[in-house]
């Protein structure tokens, strides 16, 4: 896997009881994503283990490793149409 997880990814995971399985399963099976104005690429996965919520993995691609800066879940996330 080409992916690292920044210190403060693993400290969300941590604080929100984030498995960090489904931080993989979002980025290699996203619902959908986005280019964000960051330049980041935006994951969001619903996470039927907690009531369908999506999990929305921010990751920044222009390093290596490729970095997932954050993640948590997104009340506002609405999947495109």
């Known amino acids: 896997m080409d992916f690292k997880l920044t210190s403060h990814t693993q400290n969300m995971l941590n604080e929100r009881n984030i498995p960090e399985e489904w931080v993989w399963r979002t980025i290699n099976n996203p619902d959908w994503e986005i280019i964000g104005d960051d330049n980041n690429t935006h994951y969001f996965r619903s996470i039927e283990e907690h009531g369908g919520r999506f999990l929305h993995a921010v ?23």
């Open 59 to 81: 990751v920044n691609h222009r390093v290596k490793p490729k970095k997932v800066v954050t993640v948590f879940f997104d009340r506002k996330a609405r999947r495109p149409k």
